[in-house]
C-alpha cells in the first residue's frame, strides 16, 4: 500500500497553495493534486492563529472527508467533520468522536510566507 508521504502526486515543498486572505476565518479549503494515475488530496484549516494543513484522508475507512468541495468544518466551525461515518476531529487533527476515536488525521505541513500558504 503507498503512504500520503510515497504519493507521486503529492506536491513538493514550496508550491503556492493560495493566499492566507482567500481562507474564511475559520474556514478551510481542499486541493487536488494528480500524476498520471495517482491523486494526492489534501485541505487546510485556518481558525485564528491555527494554520494546518491534512491530508484528506479519514483514519477510519481511508475516504476523503467532505462531501462538498471545500467544506471541511461542522457548523459551528469547532471541529473537522467526516462526512462518511460522522467522525469528529478538533482543529488539531485529533478525532474526539467516532468510529476512528483517538487517532489522527495525517498531517500535510503547510506554512504561511508572504501573505500565502505554502507546502512545508
Ligand atoms: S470514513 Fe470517516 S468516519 Fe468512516
Same mark, same amino acid.
Given at each position: ?46 481558525? #485564528?492563529?491555527?494554520? $494546518? %494543513? ?8 481511508? =475516504? !476523503?472527508? &467532505?462531501?462538498? *468541495? ?22 488539531? #487533527?485529533?478525532?474526539? $468522536? %467516532? ?8 498531517? =500535510? !505541513?503547510? &506554512?504561511?510566507? *508572504? ?6
Amino acid at each position: 500500500m503507498t503512504t500520503a508521504s510515497e504519493n507521486p502526486a503529492r506536491p513538493s515543498a514550496g508550491l503556492r497553495l493560495c493566499g492566507f486572505d482567500e481562507l474564511a476565518d475559520p474556514g478551510t479549503r481542499g486541493f487536488r493534486f494528480r500524476a498520471e494515475r495517482w491523486l494526492f488530496a489534501g485541505f487546510v484549516v485556518r481558525a #485564528g492563529d491555527l494554520l $494546518a %494543513g491534512y491530508v484528506d484522508s479519514c483514519p477510519h475507512a481511508q =475516504w !476523503p472527508l &467532505a462531501a462538498l *468541495d471545500d467544506r471541511y468544518l461542522t457548523r459551528d466551525a469547532r471541529h473537522i467533520l467526516c462526512s462518511g461515518h460522522g467522525a469528529l476531529f478538533r482543529l488539531d #487533527g485529533t478525532c474526539v $468522536a %467516532g468510529p476512528c476515536y483517538g487517532q489522527r488525521l495525517t498531517d =500535510w !505541513p503547510v &506554512a504561511l510566507k *508572504d501573505g500565502a500558504v505554502f507546502t512545508a
